[in-house]
């Protein structure tokens, strides 16, 4: 046996009501930094946290309910409801384990183009994370407005690529749906090769500014094994400085081609949070870079795979990819019908929610905004 | 990682755990571990402490709705066919018992391996629906085993804080059983509201609609 200690579990401490005056505040579900319909419940003394329970199920629409319903493909569409930012790795993530579970081998190009597109959309995902943070944070409108100029950019190449700005339903098993039209990898390389140039002026904005450090730097501390335990995954995982990757871990699709770097943070904090978004920004364009240029010719869809009457054998898979929120894993189990008997989403969201009130208890009230807004929820995940 | 291997460790180091291989037939080949209830959470700190597997990242946490179902099979019965013994076919009727199971998809997240997959199956769908909670081992088990009660209605004994996740308090069924039904009126909430217009309907009554 090993000698690591886990933290032991501690459950929100009842306050002792007969000496303090407690004060309950409904945040949510309609208030701007909950960034979607998000409710918690929080009692205050004074005006720090001494408790917070997350109400989720606002946006619940049983997702996984009406997949079961639907064909594997019939819903690939919906998936890019889920985490309506990220519709592209949401496919991927679908597209994979369905992948898994019918043993399809995808074309090299078609690996390629699924690396592009999911890279840009980690590129637009952590480019609007850290423009809201800034929003909930107080400054209002410039960062934003800087970052959407930024996430538009790439969203125009979206729209030239798959027709749809965010709800692009792009992959399908064994490829993609469409080639690149014309041009289009050119007009890539340009937005990518400017991007490093938003990020310097970006972090020359904000990265030293004094209310930032002092609104971020030592809030919503979360520990490594607590971290851990708790299933965190993706920049918050790694910001609390374990180094765990899907893409350098399980090497799913052709990440073992590219040299990238995983950035960690040391404190944990939301300060460390939104630094490793704008690293791993760097990091992704690195990707981008050596993608376009070694992207091959040739098919974009495995021709054996059927698209009418598509049944895979029975059986179960899991399949789960780095998406820009976390890992986002698909389970699936097959009945050998045309629909799936089970139909599962791991969201990143929800379960990075779990920590949330160990991260907030002992903090302002104005501090929940920021460390909630740190997690980078989006509720269509949270709730599906 | 090789299941039978894992298997074999576990049950040399948590006596009397009850564990069944489950083979998958898709070319992922993902085999599972089913877990008996009574040893579940020694079985899981075991896959979480011990130094070559080191399970400490517990990332998926899932429900699944096995209603009662009728297999059958086709057998070679011998029959006396007018007076010479032949050897039939007859399609033999099993009825295989309705369960619930919970899934964990487990991985290592110091030692980079997995997935390892355990499952946990209750004895009916009606009232033996109770499985012990892993939360403890695994706190991220905690809102996605709240949400399998919620959606499912397994109830995991010991798990702190066992309310509905997505539907709201005072729903009654759980909606991903297989045997569901929408009710009619499927966007009724209650709301807050709801008093107020009880309250108004009887002063209506009182005062003749005035």
Not at chain 1, 54 to 65: A, D, I, Q
Not at chain 1, 195 to 221: H, S, W
Not at chain 1, 350 to 376: F, Y
Not at chain 2, 116 to 138: I, K
Request: one cysteine or more; hydrophobic letters at 40%.
């Amino acid at each position: 046996m090993s000698t690591t200690t886990y933290p032991t579990i501690t459950l929100s401490p009842k306050p002792d009501e007969s000496e303090v005056q407690l004060l309950e505040v409904s945040m949510g579900p309609q208030h701007p930094s909950t960034h979607g319909v998000f409710r918690m419940d929080v009692t205050m003394e004074g005006e720090s946290v001494v408790k917070l329970k997350p109400v989720f199920g606002y946006l619940h629409r049983n997702h996984e309910k009406i997949a079961e319903q639907e064909t594997y493909l019939g819903s690939m569409p919906y998936t890019d409801r889920l985490d309506y930012l990220c519709s592209l790795t949401n496919n991927w993530g679908y597209a994979l384990a369905v992948e898994k579970l019918a043993g399809i081998a995808v074309p090299e190009r078609a690996e390629y183009l699924r690396v592009i597109v999911g890279e840009m959309t980690r590129l637009q995902n952590h480019a609007l994370l850290v423009g809201f943070l800034m929003q909930d944070m107080g400054s209002s409108g410039t960062p934003l407005m800087y970052a959407f100029r930024e996430r538009e950019k790439l969203l125009d190449l979206f729209e030239a690529l798959t027709g749809a700005r965010m709800m692009c339903n792009y992959m399908r098993f064994g490829g993609c749906r469409v080639d690149l039209p014309a041009g289009w990898l050119d007009q890539a390389k340009k937005v990518i090769a400017g991007f490093p140039k938003f990020l310097d002026e970006y972090e020359a904005l904000l990265a030293g500014n004094e209310i930032l450090m002092a609104r971020t730097q030592g809030v919503g501390v979360l520990s490594k094994e607590l971290a851990v335990s708790a299933g965190i995954t993706g920049p918050m995982l790694r910001a609390s400085g374990v180094n765990y990757d899907i893409r350098k871990v399980d090497k799913y699709s052709i990440y073992d081609r590219f040299s990238f770097r995983v950035p960690l943070g040391d404190h944990g904090d939301v300060y460390d949070r939104y630094m490793i978004r704008l690293l791993e920004m760097r990091e992704t364009v690195k990707i981008l870079q050596q993608a376009m240029e070694q992207i091959p010719e040739g098919p974009i869809m495995d021709p054996k795979t059927k698209v009418r009457n598509f049944r895979p054998k029975a059986g179960e898979a899991y399949g789960r990819i780095e998406s820009p929120k976390g890992e986002l894993g698909f389970y699936l189990v097959s009945d050998g019908s045309p629909v799936p008997y089970r139909y599962r989403v791991r969201p990143p969201s929800l379960v990075n929610l779990t920590v949330l009130e160990e991260m907030c208890l002992g903090h302002n009230v104005a501090d929940v905004v920021v460390i909630l807004g740190s997690v980078d929820i989006v509720l269509g995940e949270v709730d599906r | 990682m090789n299941l039978e291997t894992i298997k074999a460790e576990i049950e040399a180091n948590v006596p009397g755990c009850r564990l069944q291989l489950v083979t998958n037939a898709s070319p992922c080949a993902q085999h599972s571990l089913l877990l008996d209830a009574e040893h579940a959470v020694s079985v899981a700190t075991y896959l979480r402490d011990a130094a070559g597997l080191r399970f400490d990242f517990c990332s998926n946490v899932t429900g699944i709705d096995w209603p009662q179902r009728e297999v059958s099979e086709k057998v070679k019965v011998k029959k006396l066919v007018d007076g010479v013994e032949t050897e039939v076919d007859e399609v033999k009727k099993t009825i295989v018992p309705g369960y619930l199971e919970a899934v964990y998809h487990l991985f290592s997240m110091e030692l980079k391996h997995g997935p390892v997959t355990l499952r946990m199956c209750t004895q009916d769908r009606e009232t033996q629906v109770h499985l012990p909670s892993l939360m403890y081992v695994w706190r991220s088990a905690d809102l996605q085993e709240r949400e399998i009660w919620d959606l499912y209605g397994i109830i995991f004994d010991g798990h702190h804080d066992l309310r509905r996740l997505l539907m709201w308090e005072g729903f009654v069924d759980h909606p991903m059983r297989r045997d569901y039904v929408d009710p009619d009126d499927f966007e009724y909430e209650p709301t807050a509201h709801d008093d107020v217009l009880r309250r108004a309907q009887l002063h209506a009554a009182e005062t003749g609609g005035q």
